[in-house]
C-alpha cells in the first residue's frame, strides 16, 4: 500500500479481527496488536500487515472480546489521534456506550461475519458522530470485506442473526444436504464437493438482488425432483423453523 492509502487499526486479531485484517489487507494500510505475546506478528505475518500500534491509525477497529473491550478501551482511545474513528466489533456495546468510553469522537458499531476475510462478508454499520461525508468514508472503507449495509442500531439484532449467525445456520443446513447425500450412496467427500458446489452456484445464481422465491420457481418443474424436495420440506415445516433460528438469534443477539 502506498503511504496515502488509509490506515486502519485493528485491535485484538482472534477470528474476526484476523479476518478482518485479511479482508482489508489488499486495499488499505493495516495495522494490527494483540495482547497475546506474537499474536499480532503471526496475524501480520500471514496477511501482508504489520504488527505495532494499531490505536494510531484513521480506523481504529476494536475487536476483543466484549467483556475485556471496557479496560482495553482505557489503554486504546488515549493513544488515538484527534481525528481517528473508533469502531467496534463487540456485541453487548451499543452506540451510546462505545461514545462513553470515547467521548467528543465519533464511534460506529459494526457486525460482520467471518467470510470478510475473503472480501464476500457481510457488515452491518450503526455511527454516531459522523455526517453524511464521514459516513460515506467509512462505508467506502469498510466495502472491501464484502455487503456493507448501514442501518439504524435498533436492528442490530435480525442483523446479527442473519449477518453474523447466517453462516452457521447455512453450514447446519450444508451438514443435513451432506447427510442426504451419504445416505444416497454417496461417500463423505463426493457429497461434500457436491454440496460446496451447490452452495456456491446458488450464491451466484442469487447474486444482484435475486428473490430467492423466484429462483426457486425458476428450478421446480411441476412434478419433478425439486417440487418432490421441497414439497418435504414444507411437510417438516423446514422453512418456518428456520425463520423461528433467525428469530431466536436475534432474541439472543438483544440479550448480549
Request: with cysteine; hydrophobic share 55%; aromatic share 2%.
Amino acid at each position: 500500500m502506498t503511504a496515502s492509502a488509509p490506515a486502519i487499526g485493528v485491535v485484538g486479531v482472534g477470528a474476526m479481527g484476523s479476518a478482518m485484517a485479511a479482508g482489508f489487507a489488499p486495499h488499505a494500510r493495516v495495522v494490527v496488536e494483540d495482547l497475546a505475546p506474537g499474536r499480532a506478528e503471526q496475524v501480520a505475518a500471514e496477511h501482508g500487515v504489520t504488527a505495532g500500534d494499531a490505536a494510531a491509525c484513521d480506523v481504529v477497529v476494536m475487536a476483543v472480546k466484549p467483556q475485556d473491550l471496557a479496560q482495553v478501551l482505557q489503554d486504546v482511545v488515549p493513544r488515538m489521534a484527534p481525528h481517528a474513528v473508533l469502531a467496534s466489533v463487540a456485541a453487548g456495546w451499543p452506540l451510546e456506550r462505545l461514545a462513553a468510553a470515547a467521548p467528543d469522537r465519533p464511534v460506529v458499531r459494526l457486525m460482520p461475519n467471518l467470510a470478510v476475510a475473503g472480501g464476500a462478508g457481510v457488515v452491518a454499520m450503526a455511527s454516531r458522530g459522523l455526517d453524511a461525508h464521514g459516513q460515506g468514508r467509512i462505508t467506502t472503507l469498510l466495502q472491501p470485506l464484502g455487503s456493507v449495509v448501514p442501518m439504524d442500531e435498533v436492528l442490530f439484532p435480525v442483523a446479527t442473526a442473519i449477518g453474523g449467525s447466517g453462516p452457521g445456520i447455512l453450514a447446519y443446513v450444508a451438514a443435513a444436504l451432506e447427510r442426504g447425500g451419504r445416505d444416497g450412496g454417496r461417500s463423505p467427500q463426493q457429497a461434500r464437493d457436491m454440496v460446496q458446489g451447490v452452495l456456491a452456484g446458488t450464491a451466484f445464481l442469487l447474486e444482484g438482488g435475486v428473490d430467492p422465491a423466484d429462483l426457486q420457481a425458476r428450478v421446480t418443474s411441476p412434478g419433478g425432483t425439486t417440487a418432490a424436495g421441497i414439497a418435504a420440506l414444507e411437510a417438516a415445516s423446514a422453512g418456518d423453523a428456520l425463520a423461528a433460528a433467525v428469530a431466536a438469534a436475534a432474541a439472543r443477539a438483544a440479550e448480549l
